[in-house]
């Protein structure tokens, strides 16, 4: 049989519309592509049969986090790669007539390819229900957030802030950023003794903590996830923060009470929903007090393509949804909010993903003895192509300041 890499690089530049972006290896030792940069290797010929059945990003990620494909190099540059030569129309989806899809099972039988979908892997996210529904919010979030409390702590920082930090120094490590990020917000929401502060979406209670600890606010966090609020609950008891800081395993839909000095809410909008954000606004303005303060840090990306793209949306963060930083502008001062001030930290999130990326690596043994192969190379993907986005201004993020 001849050499299968030279019939894969035909047969893959059909389905993405060029050239291929980088090297080739198929699993007979044979090689196809440019000389230089990464190699993709296909281990197996499911690899190409998830393609075949999934052609695109979702069939590639299926590939790679399966383990079906590999990448020998630098997994950004050939992310970085792929991109340009999209950006360029040198790669495209392209549309298949009859005929070329004739010549492309023709060719996928010569490599003996063909056969029933692959069964997608195990880490493939599959929510129910209608759409942001609370239980079909609660399943999506626990997905990605009840990996469990040591995963997440071989990647954050000490306090395990999961959002963008802000580096005020070339030679901040994360911790340093992360510790300048919440001062920020503390600031900017003018904290003080006595007030009282609830953090909608609160993770791992980042923000909630230090505010009660170093700016002496009654703080109250709010999470869909029960290991955070269980991580909270111990770190409440060990730092003596017992009735200065409490959290809640809630929906924000289901906020009511007395309404609060301060407001924050990190990357949690981009759960929310199209259809949802109007109702999440509204909750925001609802428990604030006239006058009082909301720092909302968002993550942004072009009208064009709200989503986080098939991979994420399959792996990370099912439902969620990205607009533009004017949309997100108009939506807030529609539900009465008065915008006081926007800062935008898209270089900052490129180094704080690079920062998660460097301690994934570094601790790559003990993610895989917690979450399995297939999560780090989940997250290997998701952190490279992340810090791409941030990179080259396909996503931003931003903090708002803005008064009810």
Known sequence: MSPAAPLLAELVSRLVGGALPAGLRAWDGSTA??????????????ALRRLLWAPGELGLARAYVSGDLDVEGDLTEGLRRAWALFRTGALSRPRLGPGEW??????????GVLGPPPRP???????????HTKARDRSVIAHHYDLGNDFYQ???DPAMAYSCACYTDPGDDLATAQRAKLDLVCRKLELRPGMRLLDVGCGWGALLLHAAEHYGVEATGVTLSAQQAGHIRGEITRRGLTGKATVRLQDYR?????????IASLEMGEHVGDGNYPVYTATLHRMLKPGA?????????????????????????????????????????????????VEALREHYVRTVRDWSEQLEK??????????????RVWRLYLAGGALAFEENRMGVNQILARR
């Open 121 to 131: 892997p195990a880490e493939e996210a599959r929510p129910s229900g209608r759409l």
């Open 33 to 46: 592509g440019p000389d230089g940069g990464p190699v993709v290797v296909l281990r197996s010929r499911r």
């Open 293 to 341: 303060p909301l720092l909302l840090q968002q993550m942004s990306r072009g009208a064009t393509a709200p989503g986080g793209g098939a991979f994420i949306e399959s792996y990370i963060a099912p439902d969620m949804t990205m607009v533009p930083i004017g949309t997100t502008l108009g939506l807030l001062e529609d539900a009465g909010f008065e915008i006081r001030g």
């Open 254 to 262: 289901e906020l009511s009470g007395e309404p609060f000095d301060a």
């Open 363 to 376: 601790h790559a043994d003990q993610v895989v003895a917690i979450a399995g192969e297939g999560q780090l």
């Open 154 to 156: 071989l990647i954050l």
């Open 102 to 111: 004739a010549g492309i099972v023709a060719t996928a039988a010569r490599l």
